[in-house]
């Protein structure tokens, strides 16, 4: 299969998820990942905000700020082909941003030299860590 193909498949793999699926996985994912020490010891970290039925990031976040940790979503800008990124304090603070995907309405700017732990979508992943993600190359170039 080539990229495109094996993309394809994937997103159809995921629009079949049920919404209970969806949540049982994303629970599982949650509770592995405050089990990873880097987590555990990071101060700030980056994720995605969650779409297209994704594991759910915002309940993620949620614990993120219950320990105490400082969160970081990024920002699209569709023209340039990247990413920014922003301090976020509750999800009060988000709108509908690029591709429909909740980004925050006032930018906080934060230095990517700041961040311990970058959560990174994708579509499929492979056994040594490696992406594939939706093929734009926002998070290539990040």
Same mark, same amino acid.
């Given at each position: 299969?080539?990229?495109d193909e094996i993309r394809e498949d994937m997103r159809a793999k995921r629009r079949a998820l049920s919404k209970d699926e969806v949540k049982i *996985?994303?629970?599982?994912i *949650?509770? *592995?990942l405050f089990g990873v020490e880097r987590v555990k010891q990071a101060k700030t970290i980056c994720t995605f905000i969650s779409a297209f039925k994704e594991p759910d990031t915002v309940e993620i976040i949620k614990e993120l700020w219950e320990q105490g940790k400082k969160v970081v979503v990024p920002i699209t800008d569709i023209e340039s082909g990247t990413l920014s990124l922003s301090y976020i304090n509750s999800m009060d603070d988000m709108e509908k941003g690029a591709y429909g995907i909740l980004e925050p309405k006032t930018v906080r700017t934060a230095d990517e030299n700041n961040i311990d732990v970058i959560l990174v979508p994708g579509l499929a992943f492979d056994r040594n860590g490696g992406r594939m993600g939706f093929g734009k190359g926002y998070y290539d170039r990040l």
């Open positions: 299969m080539i990229k *996985r994303s629970d599982e *949650r509770q *592995r």
